[in-house]
C-alpha cells in the first residue's frame, strides 16, 4: 500500500523567509501532484512532477521531485501572506491513477 | 477553459437519509473518481470509475455507497443511509484516457453535513 508522509504539518513562518516542505512516499511512482488549499475550498494545482530531476517554478513556490529518494520538496522563496494556506502533496499510483495524498502542512504566513 | 463542476455546494441530511453527489466531470474525460475529506483531515481516495465500471473501490467505499454515470454527462455518488461519520467534502476528480499525460482535475466539492 503505497504511503505518502509529509512534514512538517505546521509551519508558521514569518514574511521574507525561506523554508522547504518534504513529501516522502513509499513505492515507485512516476507522478506527483503538489495541491494548495485555501479554508473550506476545493484543490487547486500548483505543480504535475513526472519525472526524476524535475523541478518547476511558480512565482515564489518551486517543487522539485527525486523518484530514486522517493522524496519532493516544495520550497517557499521569500514568503508572503497570501501563501498562507494547506499544502497537500499527492502521488499517483496503481493501474487506475488513483491519488495517494499526504496529511497536509498548514502554512501560516506572519507579517 | 473545461472544469469538473459540482453539486450541489453544501447539502445537509439527516442521518439515515439518503444522498445523491452530482458531479460533471470535463466532457472528453474517461476515468473518473470520487474523494472525500472529513473536515481537518487529509483527502481519501474512495473510487474510480472507467468505461462504465467501477475500476478500483478503497475500504471506506462500502455496500453503503454506489456511483453512476447515468446519463453520458454525470457522474453521481449515492449514499444509502448516511451516518454521522459520513460528513465531509466529497470531491470528484476526472482524466484523460490512460496511458498519457493524465492530470487529474478536481471539482469544487459538496460538503455533507448529517445530522
Known amino acids: 500500500e503505497l504511503k505518502v508522509e509529509q512534514n512538517p504539518l505546521f509551519l508558521s513562518m514569518q514574511e521574507g523567509k525561506n523554508y522547504t516542505i518534504y513529501c516522502n512516499y513509499s513505492?515507485?511512482?512516476?507522478?506527483l501532484y503538489w495541491y494548495r488549499q485555501d479554508p473550506g475550498k476545493s484543490l487547486e494545482s500548483l505543480f504535475v512532477?513526472?519525472?526524476?530531476?524535475a523541478v518547476k517554478q511558480e512565482g515564489r513556490l518551486m517543487a522539485s521531485l527525486d523518484t530514486k529518494a522517493r522524496l519532493s520538496t516544495l520550497h517557499i522563496t521569500a514568503a508572503v501572506h497570501d501563501l498562507s494556506a494547506t499544502y497537500f502533496c499527492a502521488v499517483e499510483g496503481g493501474s487506475n491513477y488513483k491519488l495517494t495524498f499526504g496529511k497536509g502542512t498548514l502554512l501560516t504566513v506572519n507579517p | 477553459e473545461p472544469e469538473v463542476t459540482q453539486t450541489p455546494s453544501h447539502q445537509v441530511t439527516q442521518m439515515g437519509q439518503e444522498v445523491i453527489l452530482r458531479c460533471v466531470p470535463i466532457s472528453n474525460h474517461l476515468y473518473f473518481y470520487w474523494y472525500r475529506q472529513i473536515l481537518g483531515q487529509k483527502v481519501e481516495f474512495l473510487v474510480s470509475f472507467y468505461n462504465n465500471e467501477i475500476s478500483e473501490k478503497s475500504e471506506i467505499f462500502d455496500d453503503q455507497f454506489s456511483v453512476e454515470r447515468p446519463d453520458g454527462s454525470n457522474f453521481t455518488l449515492k449514499i444509502r443511509s448516511t451516518k454521522l461519520e459520513d460528513s465531509a467534502m466529497y470531491f470528484c476528480?476526472?482524466?484523460?484516457?490512460?496511458?498519457?499525460?493524465?492530470?487529474?482535475?478536481f471539482g469544487p466539492g459538496t460538503r455533507l453535513t448529517v445530522l
Open positions: 476528480a476526472s482524466s484523460e484516457a490512460p496511458g498519457v499525460y493524465n492530470e487529474q482535475f
Open positions: 513505492t515507485t511512482s512516476d507522478r
Open positions: 512532477l513526472l519525472s526524476n530531476g
